[in-house]
Nanobody, 123 residues
Framework: QVQLVESGGGLVQAGGSLRLSCAAS????????MGWFRQAPGKEREFVAAISRSGSNTYYADSVKGRFTISRDNAKSTVYLQMNSLKPEDTAVYYC????????????????WGQGTQVTVSS
């Protein structure tokens, strides 16, 4: 049974930073591509970032490129999302997700999800 637990969300002013963490309880964490998604009120869930099993490849949505950085620590079974220069439009519930693919192939490849952590950016 895969369990993903996000933490690190909160309220921050525009221009500020937050670091999200996602701890995975899964055998051989390094076998999985990991991703972050978000869902704002009234909107569909959207892709934010993903990282390949080894961490050598990263992928970003255009809206966060240059501001967000995804990373992972396979020894700790944890994936991170460093969010800088936050904007009010980044306000959403952020979800961690796990994929058995070797690398990012699209949102449909993610089949395990965390409960989410709220990020609110005030203007």
């Amino acid at each position: 049974q895969v369990q993903l637990v996000e933490s690190g969300g909160g309220l921050v002013q525009a221009g500020g930073s937050l670091r999200l963490s996602c701890a995975a309880s899964v055998r051989t964490f390094s076998r999985y591509t990991m991703g972050w998604f978000r869902q704002a009120p009234g909107k569909e869930r959207e892709f934010v970032a993903a990282i390949s099993r080894s961490g050598s490849n990263t992928y970003y949505a255009d809206s966060v490129k240059g501001r967000f950085t995804i990373s992972r620590d396979n020894a700790k079974s944890t994936v991170y999302l460093q969010m800088n220069s936050l904007k009010p439009e980044d306000t959403a519930v952020y979800y961690c997700a796990l994929s058995g693919s070797d690398y990012y192939t699209g949102p449909a490849a993610f089949d395990s999800w965390g409960q989410g952590t709220q990020v609110t950016v005030s203007s």
